[in-house]
């Protein structure tokens, strides 16, 4: 099924200057970039983004983390795009992650991952229409 998933190369992933890489990653599979941005998310938006994860321990660190520089925001389009990106960008932790992801091949703290994406239909709808509309 053609879908679309909402991906973000978070801060770290952009200092790190792993755009180009991460970007051409997701054509090289085949899928399309219908929408990319690069940009700073304020801290309101982090939030209701990351909202589930409210109160859990790691969650103070993500807001910060997440907000605190430019990142790069992208809806991704293509068949099974939901399932195709998260097989890239692998495990959330990456020493989990399997060698050849994103995840796995560029980082090594929960915190410091690189990349996000959508985990579901919904989630992918809600986040692109959090952040680009
Ligand atoms: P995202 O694509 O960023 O949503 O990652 P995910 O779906 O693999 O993980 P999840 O939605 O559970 O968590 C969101 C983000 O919170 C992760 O990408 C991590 O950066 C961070 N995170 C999740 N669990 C932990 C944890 O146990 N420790 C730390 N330090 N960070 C975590
Ligand atoms: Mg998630």
Same mark, same amino acid.
Do not use: C, W
């Given at each position: 099924?053609? *879908?679309?998933? /909402?991906?973000?190369?978070?801060?770290?992933?952009? +200092?790190?200057?792993?755009?180009?890489?991460?970007?051409? +990653?997701?054509?090289?599979?085949?899928?399309?970039?219908?929408?990319?941005?690069? +940009?700073?998310?304020? *801290?309101?938006? =982090?939030?209701?983004?990351?909202?589930?994860?409210?109160?859990?321990?790691?969650?103070?660190?993500?807001?910060?983390?997440? &907000? %605190?520089?430019? %990142?790069?925001?992208? *809806?991704?389009?293509?068949?099974? =795009?939901?399932? $195709?990106?998260? $097989?890239?960008?692998?495990? &959330?932790?990456?020493?989990? $992650?399997?060698?050849? &992801?994103?995840?796995?091949?560029? $980082?090594? %703290?929960? &915190?410091?991952?690189?990349?996000?994406? %959508?985990?579901?239909?919904?989630? =992918?709808? +809600? *986040?692109?229409?959090? /952040? /680009?509309?």
């Amino acid at each position: 099924m053609k *879908e679309k998933v /909402f991906v973000m190369i978070k801060p770290d992933g952009v +200092r790190r200057k792993l755009v180009g890489n991460i970007i051409s +990653r997701i054509e090289r599979k085949g899928l399309d970039i219908n929408r990319i941005e690069m +940009r700073k998310v304020p *801290e309101e938006l =982090a939030k209701k983004h990351y909202e589930e994860h409210m109160g859990k321990p790691f969650y103070d660190d993500l807001i910060e983390h997440i &907000t %605190s520089g430019p %990142s790069v925001l992208m *809806e991704v389009e293509g068949q099974d =795009a939901i399932e $195709a990106v998260s $097989a890239m960008v692998g495990n &959330t932790d990456p020493n989990k $992650a399997l060698p050849g &992801t994103i995840r796995f091949d560029y $980082a090594q %703290s929960k &915190t410091y991952n690189i990349i996000h994406r %959508s985990d579901s239909h919904q989630s =992918a709808e +809600r *986040e692109i229409m959090l /952040f /680009f509309k």
